[in-house]
């Protein structure tokens, strides 16, 4: 770029003025505003229908062919291409309803142009042939028997790596796999199971079904020569395990937690929304990932470490209880209740460590819950300390870092807080109705809200506000003064003070006092960072608790008497 003083013995093109134009106006732009992150839109076209053949090669580390068909709806009035996610495997050939098409390639994109321009409404049927080796997304890896494996890893939006698609989580749709490999390998993918045709020695080919949209994220295949077990107790839903052979043995026993978790979820939720559960030992930088009907977890879960806590009602450790618990819960929020955007991400993932949590409190008692939330806590305010960011995050760049403590941990503690304000039959209620409402489809924050505020009558606005799209989270320090306090007892003044930086927290504090023999519980209600209580109390000695059980995600500074 010239230097200004320069600049006026230049002559200026049309394209430098309107680029110069579009910079003054980017700096123009207030600091959020220009921070924020952007994301696909499904406004031009939406997909319905994923139909894809991969034929893998025979070293299970290529795909020697693959085709992808997709039959997409348009929603713009006049579409003249269809912009696809797509990686760098080569392109053998591009057509629509079987006419050759042209095509051009960008980074991360491929643009198919349409020989007349498209209506709304329209129906397009669109296929891509290509093969290769995909350089992420589907994951060739040596299994834990040393064999070769092909895995599905797609999260966030690593899919279109090796599946041509519209990749956001906004854009669900139903999917079939048909999968050629050789005949000594075993296939799984989402949806139901459909055939498998042996033929000699050429590739087995298999083929499922998955009849519910889901996200592009969700759609995976994993192959490899383990073993595939159904599990030997009552299920809702057929339940099998896909291992490796060295732990075939383990897979039921460790396994354990998933029909418990199948009933339990589906009572307290809805039925189970898919057609099966198949949970895979494979490929996965993640502990677990919940790839809709197929989830697959790390290819460590299974092996023993030095410091693990087990589980008193399963008898395996309490990492693999929480992770298996975790992951099931996703079909429900994640999977079939899909966030709209990366900002709503707590909707998946704050809900599947809640709802673990719930797992745990059902089949593990009181205590190991109060533990899981305090464990969810540290953790939150561990990471506040590096990052001081809001759960309705809209301006990370770099998704990964949104599988974050705040989407995690303090999503569920929101969802915990919801629980205890609202009571238990009332939040369950909003819950049963929100996910009824978005089913199959997607939903947001605010979805969320109209639907407990609905359940409750309340007026939910300032509690999301401050917890969901704020920051932080309180810090109470507690003084008291009494007086009059004799043998009859007297009056005890309480002063709850806020001393975390920014805003006030709102919330409801539960305290409880104690003097003497008595227990006396108040509920202060602040409009600010400062609240006071005058309270009668008994004689003795007063001590005050604040928010004795747990309801509410906060920290204590260190209690004054005045």
């Known amino acids: 770029m010239q230097n200004t003083t320069t600049l006026k013995s230049w002559r200026i093109s049309q394209r430098s003025l309107l680029l110069l134009a579009a910079i003054l106006c980017f700096l123009s732009l207030p600091p959020g505003l220009a921070a924020q992150r952007r994301e696909r839109v499904v406004d031009s076209w939406r997909p319905i229908h994923y139909d894809v053949a991969l034929t893998l090669n025979d070293q299970l580390n290529e795909i020697s062919a693959a085709r992808t068909e997709i039959t ?63 350089k992420d997304g589907l994951i060739f890896a040596k299994d834990r028997d040393g064999k070769p494996s092909a895995t599905g890893d797609n999260w966030p939006n690593r899919v279109h790596q090796w599946i041509p698609c519209l990749d956001h989580p906004s854009a669900k749709a139903t999917v079939t796999f048909t999968v050629a490999a050789p005949p000594r390998e ?7 199971f459909v055939t498998m045709t042996r033929n000699g020695n050429a590739p087995t080919l298999w083929q499922f079904d998955e009849t519910k949209p889901i996200p592009a994220y969700c759609m995976v295949v994993a192959v490899s020569e383990g073993a595939k077990i159904d599990a030997n107790q009552p299920t809702i839903t057929p339940l099998s395990y896909y291992v490796p052979q060295k732990d075939a043995a383990y897979a039921p026993k460790g396994f354990a937690p998933a029909a418990p978790a199948l009933a339990f979820f589906s009572q307290t939720v809805a039925p189970y929304p898919y057609e099966k559960l198949a949970l895979i030992i494979g490929s996965t930088r993640f502990g677990g990932m919940e790839n809709s009907s197929a989830i697959v977890f790390a290819s460590t879960l299974f092996e023993p470490r030095g410091n693990d806590k087990m589980s008193q009602r399963f008898g395996i450790p309490t990492r693999i209880e929480d992770v298996v618990a975790h992951e099931i819960a996703h079909q429900w929020f994640g999977d079939s209740v899909t966030e709209s955007t990366w900002a709503d991400l707590w909707l998946s993932e704050g809900f599947a460590t809640y709802f673990a949590g719930l797992f745990i409190e059902e089949y593990d008692g009181e205590d190991a819950f109060r533990d899981y939330l305090r464990n969810a806590a540290e953790r939150c305010f561990n990471y506040e300390k590096q990052r001081n960011t809001p759960i309705h995050d809209t301006e990370t760049q770099d998704l990964m870092r949104l599988l974050n403590e705040n989407n995690y941990q303090k999503g569920a503690w929101v969802l915990h807080m919801l629980r205890k304000r609202l009571g238990d039959e009332t939040f369950f209620r909003g819950l049963r109705a929100y996910y009824k409402a978005h089913a199959e489809a997607n939903a947001t924050t605010e979805d969320l809200r109209d639907a407990l505020e609905k359940a409750s009558g309340q007026d939910l606005h300032e509690f999301f506000t401050r917890w969901i799209y704020g920051s932080g989270h309180p810090i109470y320090e507690v003084s008291s003064a009494s007086t009059e306090l004799g043998r009859a007892g007297g009056f005890l003044t309480i002063t709850l003070k806020q001393t975390q930086s920014g805003d006030a927290f709102l919330d409801p504090v539960p305290i409880e006092i104690t003097s003497g023999s008595e227990k006396k519980r108040i509920v202060i209600r602040p409009e600010g960072k400062i609240a006071t209580a005058r309270v009668r109390i008994g004689g003795g000695p007063p001590s005050i608790e604040i928010d004795p059980d747990g309801t509410l995600l906060k920290e204590l500074a260190a209690s004054r008497k005045l």
């Open 186 to 192: 075993l296939v799984v993918a989402n949806g139901r």
């Open 72 to 134: 997409l709806e348009v929603l713009a009035a006049n579409l003249t291409k269809i912009d696809l996610d797509f990686g760098e495997m080569p392109i053998d050939a591009v057509t629509i309803s079987g006419a050759p098409a042209q095509f051009e390639r960008r980074p991360d994109l491929l643009d198919v142009i349409l020989a007349r321009p498209a209506k709304r409404g329209d129906k397009i049927r669109l296929t891509i042939t290509y093969h290769g080796r995909p």
